[in-house]
Every structure is written in structure tokens, then in C-alpha cells.
């Protein structure tokens, strides 16, 4: 893919690694790539990270067809930088953009585009253990219409911000709430799609729950409230009685990366694992049989998270955690194959070459349009 480069003029300056939280900073530039029913996926350019100008009737923020993805860069001691599960990833994007009904591309040249991204902001990518370059690419609808129906033009971008800790108290155990009033996703709907609406489900429920003190809300089924599905940002994993225990993927529950990372470890390690459904009765009677060993989450923002606390119908069932716990060994080794301290038997990590396009004068060079005016860059192109 010949990507167009057009380079900032005004450079910013990263803030330091302490001060960066999640996804309040953005590195120089992005990604954006066009398509229409007549020429396809076209235009792929890298601009500086700006505003959008978009229309008020964007088919976007009214029926929320849009999609997104969520992945980290690390650098190393010697400057290198990796993406971490960088394809698995761009599978998955190709697969929500199928389930709302948007335009499929090859995973393989999104993940090209997003390599030359990282190479030119490379000096993004924070060095400190526990930071990262957190990757976004999102694909929206670019039609301005109202009437309800799949858009025939959308935007794919791409942006990136450097990244510490997703919770504020770091690797802490986080004290969760058990949703039993509202419901995330239910059968034959968008729960396994990395798309806006599952979160937008989510957002009344959490703060309902910070309110009362709590850092998240577990899921469980929309139907009869009793199975447990995943947190709200995170897988979830249970070992209870020294068995490793997830819920299966029905539909309902995003097919994490970071999941299957655990299942691939649990897997290489020959960990009794299990992937089944689990009710709240059962975590309930583990805890009080004091059986329930250890409850972690899963995800790229929050690595592998431990939980200290459930609250299930006013019960505080509290998870102390044991030394060397599974929860460790996995935070441990992901992030030391992260950070290139662990060997990278599955070939989890893509390195990030320096290429061309880092260059202005290249002659992939282009006249920055005025703004990213989503639904306009067809007529420029
Ligand atoms: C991620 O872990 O990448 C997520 O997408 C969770 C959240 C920040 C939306």
C-alpha cells in the first residue's frame, strides 16, 4: 500500500510517564483511509493527529455504526519498538466491521498502515515499564443521511496516545460490582463486536457503580442474570480450587486478545483450565467455601487486572489473593514478552522497521487537505 505522508510542522512534546493516565495525550499523527462504493478502500495517508469536521446528520453519531480496535506499542532498552498481537488484532476489526455491516479491507494492510503510523511516531512510544503506545484504529460511517441503513462511504482512521496505567490505582485489586439490573448484551446482538453501542450499553450501569464505591461492573447474561460474561473494560478469569476457569465466547462476550493470550498460556503451561459457564452461585459458594482462589481480568488497556472484591446482591465476597497465583505468572510473562524480557515463543510481537515513509520528500508527499472533512475527502481525492 502506497500511503501519502504528510508531516506535522508543530511537533509536541510528551508528557512525562507518570503524568500520562489512559488516553488523555495523542501522539503527532494518524492514520485515515476512505471508501466508496466506486473505488473501494482509497486515499491511505498519514496527516497530522487534528480535529474532524463533520456533518450534524453523520450517519455515525446517530445510529452508531462504528467500530474500533484497542493495542499497544512497548519500546526496549535498545530503542526497538514492537506491536503486541498486532494481526490478531486486525482480525478481529475485519470481523466487527462485518457484524455492522461495513466495508471488509485484508487485516494485512491495515496492519502495514498502522506499522509506518508507529514508525513515524515512534518517539511516542513511552519508555518507562508499565507505559505503552496505545493504538486506536476506529472505522466510522461517513454518509450524511437520516435514513436507517448501513452508510455507502465510511472513514477508517487511526490514532494513538501514550498510554501508564488504565485504572488510577494501578495493578491494585479493584473492588466490582455484579450488574443485576442492566444488561450489556444479549444473544444474536453486537456483544462479540468491538463497536461504540457496547460500551455506550455500559455507561449508566458503572457510573451507578462508582457511585457506590466500586471501580467496575461485572456482566451477566441479559437474560436471567445468573451467568457471569466479562467486566467492563475486561475478560474475566476465576481458579477456583486450582482450576482456571473463563466463560465460553457465545456471541455475548468479546473475543479478548489478551484472553486468549491467558487461554494460550494456561494452555503451554498445561494449567487445569477450563472454559465453561460459571454462575454467580457457583463463584458464591467457592467464596464461601473458601475455594475462590483468585478473580482476574483480562484486556489490552488494563493488562491483567486482580479483583479484589465482588459484590453480589450486597455481599462482599473478597478474593486474597495467594502468593505466586496464576494472576502473577500471567501479568509477569505477558508483559515480560511485551517488553522483550521474556522470549517471544509464539511470535506474538511484530517489530516496527524503520521505513521510507518516516521521511518527507519521498515522494509519497501530499497537500494536506484543510481539515479531515469526513464525507468531503471523496470529492478531493
Ligand atoms: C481495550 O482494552 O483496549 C479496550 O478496548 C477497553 C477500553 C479502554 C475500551
Not at 494481526?87 to 506499522?115: K, Q, T, W, Y
Request: hydrophobic fraction near 40%.
Amino acid at each position: 500500500m502506497q500511503i501519502a505522508t504528510h508531516r506535522t510542522t508543530q511537533p509536541k512534546t510528551m508528557p512525562d510517564a507518570g503524568a500520562l493516565g489512559f488516553g488523555k495525550h495523542f501522539a503527532d499523527h494518524m492514520f485515515l483511509m476512505d471508501h466508496s462504493p466506486e473505488s473501494g478502500w482509497h486515499s491511505p495517508r498519514i496527516a497530522p493527529h487534528k480535529p474532524f469536521l463533520l456533518d450534524p446528520a453523520n450517519l455515525t453519531l446517530h445510529y452508531g455504526q462504528s467500530i474500533f480496535e484497542g493495542l499497544k506499542a512497548f519500546t526496549r532498552p535498545d530503542g526497538s519498538v514492537y506491536i503486541f498481537r498486532l494481526l490478531d488484532h486486525m482480525d478481529r476489526f475485519v470481523r466487527s466491521a462485518e457484524r455492522l455491516g461495513m466495508p471488509l479491507f485484508h487485516p494485512s494492510d491495515v496492519a502495514e498502515a498502522i506499522e509506518a503510523l508507529v514508525d513515524i511516531d515512534r518517539t511516542w512510544v513511552p519508555k518507562q515499564r508499565g507505559t505503552a503506545l496505545y493504538i486506536r484504529p476506529t472505522l466510522i460511517a461517513a454518509d450524511n443521511v437520516l435514513g436507517v441503513r448501513p452508510a455507502d462511504h465510511y472513514l477508517m482512521y487511526v490514532i494513538c496516545s501514550p498510554v501508564g496505567s488504565y485504572y488510577s490505582k494501578g495493578t491494585a485489586p479493584t473492588r466490582i460490582y455484579v450488574e443485576e439490573t442492566y444488561s450489556r448484551a444479549s444473544l444474536g446482538g453486537l456483544g462479540e463486536a468491538k463497536t461504540a453501542a457496547n460500551y455506550a450499553a455500559s455507561l449508566l450501569a458503572a457510573e451507578e457503580s462508582k457511585a457506590k464505591g466500586f471501580d467496575q461492573v461485572l456482566w451477566l447474561d441479559a437474560k436471567e442474570h445468573r451467568f457471569v460474561e466479562e467486566v467492563g473494560t475486561m475478560n474475566i478469569f476465576f481458579v477456583i480450587d486450582d482450576i482456571l476457569i473463563t466463560p465460553p465466547l457465545d456471541g455475548t462476550i468479546l473475543d479478548g486478545i489478551t484472553r486468549r493470550t491467558v487461554i494460550d498460556l494456561a494452555r503451554q503451561w498445561h494449567l487445569h483450565f477450563q472454559e465453561r459457564p460459571v454462575t454467580m452461585d457457583e463463584v458464591v459458594e467457592a467464596s464461601r467455601a473458601g475455594t475462590l482462589q483468585e478473580v482476574f481480568g483480562s484486556g489490552t488497556a488494563a493488562t491483567i487486572s486482580p479483583v479484589g472484591e465482588l459484590n453480589y446482591k450486597g455481599e462482599a465476597l473478597v478474593i486474597n489473593e495467594r502468593p505466586n497465583s496464576i494472576r502473577q505468572r500471567m501479568y509477569d510473562t505477558i508483559t515480560g514478552i511485551q517488553y522483550g524480557e521474556v522470549p517471544d515463543t509464539h511470535n506474538w510481537l511484530t517489530r516496527v522497521e524503520p521505513h521510507a515513509t518516516t521521511t518527507n520528500g519521498n515522494g509519497h508527499d501530499y497537500a494536506p487537505p484543510e481539515a479531515n472533512e469526513v464525507g468531503m475527502m471523496r470529492e478531493k481525492a
